[in-house]
């Protein structure tokens, strides 16, 4: 893991060779392309720096063993979002084993870019935003291909995210785990949780048959006692939750008290016929305001003291 600052994506840099060439086409949808592949690179640089996840849910991806697990973790689903927001479109993660990770495209937008080539890969863009978020975001050091392009033929784009493992170990095992390793039980923990860390441990090849494997044994040996310090941090998606729950118990509690509000507006009308019209008008009146207000509101007491001011 490196503390060097993160730089531009690797098609930003000359060494790199940069991204294909726009050709073909005509010279308007050129700079149109052009132009959607800029906002794409200036995306990357601008959101995945601001989407650092602290390692206590980083860790929670690592040790999911089905790909349900992982596309059911917080951050699989921020992780999609946010490249959708980049712009490099709807991709889902396709397969999976321990440390290894192929996700896909659909419909990619960044192959839509180049209309005249063909017989080659195309999505760098793609491919570095992946090896960022995971190095940078993510922490893991990793190795970061396209291994299937719909510009080489191939039904859908396709890229194949490979873990470095003691990198990956350093986020995935934390004290209570490197506990077990030693050959000592963790306290307080019961036999469900041991007998979930053990077969974690023995699906990542440190343990087998319950004792330490070759590689255990060499991370032991060589990795364990790194000075290892975790930053304890919100990920970046808690807040968009917090919004969300707020908004929807606000607009819960709304909708209650308008319905509140009308049941009991009707059961008070008096039986009479002579005013019936403009009571109801008048009635409609104060329970759209009320039904506003409270949709406001995220208490009984602040939408009192708002109708109170009214």
Same mark, same amino acid.
């Given at each position: 893991?490196? %503390? ?12 790199? $060779? ?13 700079? $149109? ?105 993510? /922490?893991? &050091? ?10 080489? $033929? ?19 095992? &934390? /004290? ?39 590689? $255990? ?12 310090? /975790? ?8 807040? =968009? ?25 009707? =059961? ?8 019936? &019209? %403009? ?12 039904? /506003? ?18």
């Amino acid at each position: 893991m490196s %503390d060097m600052p993160p730089g531009p994506p690797p098609f930003m840099d000359n060494s790199s $060779g940069g991204p294909p060439p726009m050709g073909g086409g005509s010279f308007a949808q050129s700079m $149109g392309a052009f132009g959607k592949m800029l906002e794409i690179q200036e995306n990357i640089s601008e959101k995945i720096p601001q989407s650092k996840v602290p390692w206590n849910e980083t860790r929670k991806m690592l040790k999911a063993y089905s790909i349900e697990a992982i596309r059911s973790s917080s951050l699989y689903k921020f992780h999609m979002k946010l490249f959708m927001d980049i712009g490099l479109g709807n991709m889902q993660m396709v397969s999976y084993a321990p440390m290894h990770y192929i996700y896909a495209v659909p419909n990619c937008p960044v192959c839509n870019m180049y209309p005249a080539l063909n017989n080659q890969k195309v999505c760098v863009a793609t491919t570095d935003a992946l090896h960022r978020f995971f190095t940078e975001a993510l /922490e893991l &050091d990793c190795i970061v291909e396209e291994i299937e392009c719909v510009k080489d $033929g191939d039904g859908m784009c396709k890229f194949k995210v490979d873990l470095q493992p003691i990198s990956a170990y350093q986020i995935i095992l &934390d /004290e209570n785990d490197r506990l077990i390793l030693s050959g000592r039980r963790p306290p307080n923990i019961d036999d469900t949780e041991l007998r979930e860390r053990v077969k974690v441990l023995t699906i990542y090849k440190l343990l087998e048959n319950g004792k330490l494997s070759d590689i $255990g044994k060499t991370y032991m040996q060589y990795a364990a006692n790194l000075p290892i310090k /975790e930053k304890i941090f919100d990920p970046p998606w808690k807040l =968009a939750e917090e919004m969300a729950a707020t908004a929807k118990k606000a607009g819960a509690f709304g909708a209650a008290f308008g319905e509140l509000t009308t049941k009991g507006q009707s =059961a008070s009308q008096p039986n009479t016929t002579s005013s019936k &019209d %403009d009571s109801q008008k008048k009635d409609k009146t104060v329970s759209s305001k009320v039904k /506003e207000e409270a949709g406001k509101s995220e208490s009984f007491a602040e939408l009192m003291a708002k109708m109170k001011k009214k």
